[in-house]
């Protein structure tokens, strides 16, 4: 899925699918697929979430593609 910049209460923020966050070591992180062989697991600072979309104030830019499958297999792949 895309990052993409939806509004929320007239302010534009960055949004990613819910399902692609993943918690850990109190924080939140998402899996940003740049290639084939170049993912990476970034903290991510939320503002909001609801049931679809998660708004973000900080750790991706907008048009960065993030995993919504199988992410957390990936991030525990990652972290290791």
Excluded: H
Excluded at 31 to 57: F, H, M, N, W
């Amino acid at each position: 899925a895309n990052v993409i910049v939806n509004q929320i209460n007239g302010i534009s923020m960055l949004s990613v699918p819910s399902n692609c966050v993943v918690f850990d070591r109190n924080k939140n992180w998402v899996i940003v697929y740049k290639g084939k062989c170049d993912v990476q697991a970034r903290p991510v600072e939320i503002v909001k979430s609801t049931r679809k979309l998660t708004y973000i104030k900080s750790g991706v830019k907008s048009g960065e593609k993030v995993i919504t499958t199988m992410q957390l297999l990936i991030y525990n792949a990652l972290i290791q």
